[in-house]
């Protein structure tokens, strides 16, 4: 898999059609696209690490396949509710949606990794709970270093199965807190035992984030892929639930900036993950 099939990847995530100022194609002199990268209207805002874990919750609310994958997140987290079978349906590109990005800036090959041909027969730790490594897929790392506050919450290069310090623990995927708000609020009721409602819900295990997976259809060759986010959480703003299989992170509703900054501080997407089906 090389970088067309990532940015095709990104677009499956981001409900958008997303391409790059590297690949000056047909799309960037599209009318959408006749101001320059840092020149955009407001409408285009370029697609970057700051603004890019919003945009995916965002770009989730209306994809194909997301009411499935919240009716499936309902029947998950409530005792009692009847399973749901997630109906997979293929990402189409939006004929409305596009986002642009500077692949320099948004990716760093430094740390991509081909977990194809792996099978642990370790146990890894990451930030003081258990890492289940995503054997099978291959990932392009994210260009995440010294954009937020200091680097301690990835833990350090030098790889090893224990956590060090600081680290913050690895999470896959991740669903949009409106959607899960939805979902999740038409089957409980406030009160003293609600224990689930708006924010962002995110899995430890591979097995589980496999069901909110978005899966597209390459056009460069024809493949099938899956993509999924590997994220790292910070547990100061973490609810557990589900005997450990989900993750929330809360986010009250509020403006667009509080919201943010809130996601910002708690959920950091850092690696994208593909797998050909």
Partial sequence: ???????????????????????????????????????????QKPLNIANFINLVLDGDEDSQGSTSHFCYLQSALIQDSPPVQVQQRDFEVPKDKCQIIDEDEFFDPRFDYDFTHLRDCETFSRGGEVYERPCGWQRFALKVLDKYDGNAWLGTSYRTTQSVPGEWPVSFHGTSKKGAEAIISGFYEPGPGQVYGRGIYSSPYMHHALKYAKSFVSKKNGKRYQVILQNRINTQYRQIHNSGNYWLIPVPQGSDEQEQRMVERAIRPYGLLLKEI
């Fill in 1 to 43: 898999m090389d970088r067309d099939i990532a940015l095709e990847a990104l677009g499956a995530i981001c409900n958008a059609t997303v391409t790059s100022v590297q690949r000056q194609g047909p799309i960037i002199h599209s009318q959408a696209f006749q101001a320059d990268f840092h020149g955009a209207p407001p409408q």
